[in-house]
């Protein structure tokens, strides 16, 4: 039985609000990275309602946490350029290429740009993908300037007419200034080349509240329009994807759910509100 469904259950049947371990649904609620804001909303909503009222008291609430933003890839401009960033370790590579991979399979023209100069394998990494999938990837020397790689991989898909140009750039830690700075810089240097479509967060969707710090500080860096959640096999799928929804409203455009090129989908707010109370 699910979280929200062990909270319904004791909800259920009981006729008064104090019989009810409130404290031990508490700390299930936080438990699962929603954050003390929206599960504080969520217990006073469950405390004043029963049964089936319960149920959709609860789901209304969660509902209205999600973004009401556009959650398609922008595809409006000759090239959309995506911009893809995140911290270390959350999927950011991977996540790159199972977007080429999505996007090429409806049809479109990608271009991929290894602006992780720092990393030999994430630009192996990227070249591998490539060429599996099809589609051109931009690589400069070993040790070139990220911005360097992201302005010629720009210039390299106008000229060709690439619908998409997705630029992986170097996982940082977001608490390193001088870090962010860089990555700003990135973002200035691409836009002198092409209007910026997309900057796309991967955020690890096993990383609890810390998710919602990196959302937070990535997004005053370089303004980003949405998110891919990586790892939602697991426990936390619920809570940090609506906390950062809820606190940013930033629509998570994607998710990853396994390492396979298909275990990559565009995020459906519908199903996962009814998914999460089924």
């Known amino acids: 039985m699910g979280l929200f469904n062990r909270l319904i259950a004791k909800v259920r049947g009981t006729s008064s609000a104090s019989v009810l371990d409130w404290n031990e649904i508490e700390v299930e609620l936080l438990a699962s990275d929603l ?130 140009l997705i630029v992986d750039t170097a996982g940082r830690l977001h608490n390193k200034s001088d870090l962010m700075d860089e990555l700003g810089k990135v973002k200035r240097v691409i836009e002198k080349g092409a209007p910026l479509a997309e900057v796309l967060l991967v955020i690890d969707g096993t990383t609890g509240q810390n998710g919602l710090a990196q959302a937070k500080i990535f997004s005053e860096a370089v303004e980003v329009t949405g998110l891919i959640v990586t790892k939602l096999d697991g426990s936390a799928r619920g809570g940090v994807a609506l906390a950062i929804e809820s606190a940013l409203d930033i629509p998570i455009k994607f998710i990853g759910t396994g390492e396979s090129a298909g275990d990559f989908a565009a995020f459906e707010p519908d199903s996962y509100i009814e998914g999460l109370l089924a």
């Open 35 to 164: 954050g003390p804001a929206l599960v504080t909303e969520l217990l006073a909503a469950a405390k004043k309602m029963r049964g089936d009222d319960a149920e959709a008291a609860i789901k209304e609430i969660l509902v209205s946490k999600l973004s009401s933003k556009d959650r398609t890839i922008s595809s409006g401009l000759p090239t959309n350029v995506i911009m893809v960033v995140g911290v270390n370790g959350t999927g950011k590579t991977t996540s790159v290429a199972k977007l080429a991979t999505l996007l090429h399979s409806n049809g479109d023209s990608v271009t991929l740009a290894a602006a992780d100069t720092f990393r030999a394998a994430a630009v192996d990494q990227l070249t591998t993908w490539g060429e599996r999938i099809g589609v051109e990837v931009i690589a400069g020397k070993e040790g070139a300037e990220p911005a360097s790689v992201a302005f010629d991989s720009v210039k390299r898909a106008v000229e060709i007419g690439s619908k998409y």
